[in-house]
C-alpha cells in the first residue's frame, strides 16, 4: 500500500458505543493530523502529532481521545459521540523538520451517530 | 492571526471554458500557500503549492495558480475546463516551519456539459 490509508471508510455506531478510526501512513513522515469536515464548515484541525508527541489539541471534546503509537500510525478513539459529531474524519501525514510542511491526505471516514 | 477566504461556494462553468477560482489571505508573515481538490468519497489532494519561489506555480491536471502579494491572493486556473475537473476545492495556508495549515471552507466546481 502506498500514501495515507484510513480504515474503516465508514462507521455507524450508537451514543453509547465505543469505536475507534485507524490511520496508517506509508510515506515515512513524521507529523500526522486528524481532522473533522462537517458540511457547509471549514476543515477543523483536532489534533497534530509530530515525532510521536501532541502538539496541537484544539479543544476538542474529551469524548475524542487520539493515539499515536509510533509515527507511521494515528488513532481516534470514539466513546458516547453524539449526532452533531457525524462527519467525515480526515487524517493526514507529514514530514516536519523543514520550512513547510506538506500534508498527503488519507480517504476519510465516513461517521455517522445515530 | 492567519485565514484564508474563497470567494463563491458554488462555481459553474462551461466544458472547455475558463476555470478561475478565487483565494484571499491574511497572514502577518509570508506566508505558503497550497490548493487540494477533493472528489467525491475522497481525501484532499495537493493541487500545487507556493513556498515564496516563483509566483506562478504549475499544478497537476492543467492547473495553476498565480501568487499575488499587493492584492493578498492566490487564485486557481484553468483554461479549459474539463468534465472530470467537478470537484470541490480548497485554498490553504500555513507558515514557515509551522505543521497547521488554515484551511478556507472550499468552492464546489460544476462543469457544465
Known amino acids: 500500500e502506498t500514501g495515507v490509508t484510513q480504515t474503516p471508510r465508514h462507521l455507524v455506531m450508537g451514543m453509547t458505543n465505543k469505536k475507534s478510526l485507524k490511520c496508517e501512513q506509508h510515506?515515512?513522515?513524521?507529523?500526522m493530523y486528524w481532522y473533522k469536515q462537517s458540511a457547509k464548515k471549514p476543515l477543523e484541525l483536532m489534533f497534530v502529532?509530530?515525532?510521536?508527541?501532541?502538539?496541537e489539541n484544539n479543544s476538542v471534546p474529551s469524548r475524542f481521545s487520539p493515539e499515536c503509537p509510533n509515527s507511521s500510525h494515528l488513532f481516534l478513539h470514539l466513546h458516547t459521540l453524539q449526532p452533531e459529531d457525524s462527519a467525515l474524519y480526515l487524517c493526514?501525514?507529514?514530514?516536519?523538520?523543514?520550512?513547510?510542511?506538506?500534508?498527503?491526505f488519507g480517504p476519510g471516514t465516513r461517521l455517522t451517530v445515530t | 492571526a492567519q485565514s484564508v477566504t474563497q470567494l463563491g461556494s458554488h462555481v459553474s462553468v462551461s466544458e472547455g471554458a475558463l476555470v478561475l477560482l478565487r483565494c484571499n489571505y491574511s497572514s502577518s508573515v509570508p506566508p505558503y500557500l497550497f490548493w487540494y481538490v477533493q472528489y467525491p468519497n475522497q481525501g484532499l489532494q495537493l493541487l500545487l503549492k507556493y513556498t515564496s519561489a516563483a509566483t506562478l506555480v504549475k499544478g497537476i491536471n492543467g492547473f495553476e495558480a498565480e501568487f499575488k502579494k499587493s492584492e493578498t491572493s492566490f487564485h486557481l486556473t484553468k483554461p479549459s475546463a474539463h468534465m472530470s475537473d467537478a470537484a470541490e476545492y480548497f485554498c490553504?495556508?500555513?507558515?514557515?516551519?509551522?505543521?497547521?495549515?488554515?484551511f478556507g471552507t472550499g468552492t464546489r466546481l460544476t462543469i457544465i456539459p
Open positions: 510515506l515515512g513522515h513524521n507529523a
Open positions: 490553504a495556508l500555513s507558515r514557515f516551519g509551522n505543521e497547521k495549515l488554515t
Open positions: 493526514a501525514s507529514s514530514q516536519g523538520g523543514g520550512s513547510v510542511y506538506e500534508q498527503y
Open positions: 502529532y509530530s515525532l510521536e508527541e501532541r502538539v
